[in-house]
């Protein structure tokens, strides 16, 4: 999301030459147009305004003469909107998981996390989550002279057969991993060892490399499903007195947003078996079943309910980057091979690939030393 959000703030700031003028988003082709995250064109920002590299994509630039209003929508899985239209436009920007989008008259579209959806002012369309999988998006959109954003139509009647289809198994694409998301590595590691002393210049690493306070502190809370209340309460003490050193020598951090409060009649187990579907892209029905076969539902419901249903719920932390601290967690502990064989299969699924889990081995290597790195590389080399 940070990602993101910040190269699309590099569009309004690189402005040194005509290469950098934005197209104006076409009213005449009176069609939604979907920009799939592999077809963006990034561009050097200029040197003479940023102190370091930085890449940027551009938009075209919404009709508007008036306000505009953004907003974040979190859909659950097999969860959409009726139809509407959006009297100067729409973008949508998913930023997690997948969804669909259908125009009027036309088929209905998957999109996933890094596509751009263009809505013309007047097209009539629906968008939501995808059957088996949550999904999140920014929508941006003109206000007319009246106030309305939207106009809300009737709801969507969709065939039996594009709701009871599974969502087949694969792979979401490729990521390039950010220094921000491997600077979880070493954090991760320190703390699922113990090693405080060495934690502390890796919290700074982190800070320093764009994690958020609040997103730190989520790593802690995720953690303590794998390694343990007391490493993860340590690794949560040891923030809270690097902060204080810091505020007293007048450094402020980023305390960044926190999580997103679901309703209080969200179904946790079940939001767990859609979470685990999306997960291991597979349909939720193959995960759906009870773990151990029933030998102990107490682990079964904590598991879905909890782990995978509330901590993964809270959306200031992403799902790549909690299954990052799970893969160094369990890498560092050595000896659970066969959970950190399923991590690391799950953060291939979305989207890790040989040249970006080497990455995180070097990053690991540089943390743990070479046994610990041999032996998860031999996991991973499992999965093959």
């Not at 075209?60 to 239209?85: C, D, Q, R």
């Not at 009737?154 to 087949?168: D, F, G, I, N, R």
């Amino acid at each position: 999301m940070k990602r993101l959000i910040t190269r699309l703030a590099l569009g309004s700031l690189c402005t040194a030459s005509s290469a950098f003028a934005p197209a104006i988003a076409s009213t005449e082709d009176n069609t939604q147009t979907i920009t799939r995250a592999e077809q963006h064109q990034y561009n050097n920002a200029p040197a003479s305004n940023f102190s370091g590299q930085a890449q940027f994509a551009r938009f075209p630039v919404l009709p508007s003469s008036g306000n505009v209003a953004p907003a974040v929508v979190s859909f659950e899985a097999n969860t959409i909107t009726k139809w509407h239209i959006h009297p100067h436009g729409q973008y949508l920007i998913v930023t997690e998981g997948e969804g669909r989008t259908q125009e009027w008259g036309k088929p209905i579209q998957v999109i996933h996390k890094g596509d751009i959806v263009w809505c013309p002012p007047g097209v009539k369309h629906w968008h939501g989550a995808s059957e088996s999988s949550a999904m999140t998006h920014i929508a941006i959109s003109p206000i007319s002279n009246d106030g309305k954003a939207v106009t809300w139509l009737e709801k969507v009647e969709l065939p039996a057969a594009s709701t009871s289809k599974p969502k087949p198994p694969g792979k979401l694409d490729p990521v390039i991993l950010t220094d921000e998301q491997l600077s979880l590595i070493p954090i991760a590691a320190f703390t699922a060892t113990g090693q405080l002393e060495k934690l502390k210049p890796a919290l700074v690493n982190g800070l320093e490399q764009g994690l958020t306070v609040n997103q730190i502190k989520e790593v802690f809370a995720h953690q303590y499903a794998y390694v343990g209340f007391p490493r993860a309460l340590n690794g949560m003490l040891t923030l809270r007195s690097l902060l204080e050193e810091r505020t007293a020598n007048g450094i402020h951090d980023n305390m960044g947003v926190l999580p997103n409060d679901l309703p209080k009649s969200t179904d946790y187990y079940q939001r767990g078996n859609q979470t685990l579907a999306y997960l291991n892209q597979v349909p939720v029905e193959q995960v759906s079943g009870p773990l151990f076969n029933n030998f102990s539902p107490t682990v079964d419901h904590a598991l879905k309910a909890h782990l995978f249903g509330y901590l993964f719920s809270r959306d200031n932390l992403p799902h790549l980057y909690r299954e990052l601290v799970v893969v160094s967690s369990l890498s560092a502990l050595g000896d659970v091979n066969a959970q950190l064989r399923s991590h690391l299969r799950i953060a291939t699924t979305l989207g890790v690939d040989a040249t970006q889990m080497d990455r995180v081995f070097s990053q690991f290597e540089q943390a743990m030393g070479g046994d610990l790195t041999t032996n998860a590389k031999s996991v991973l080399l499992q999965l093959q």
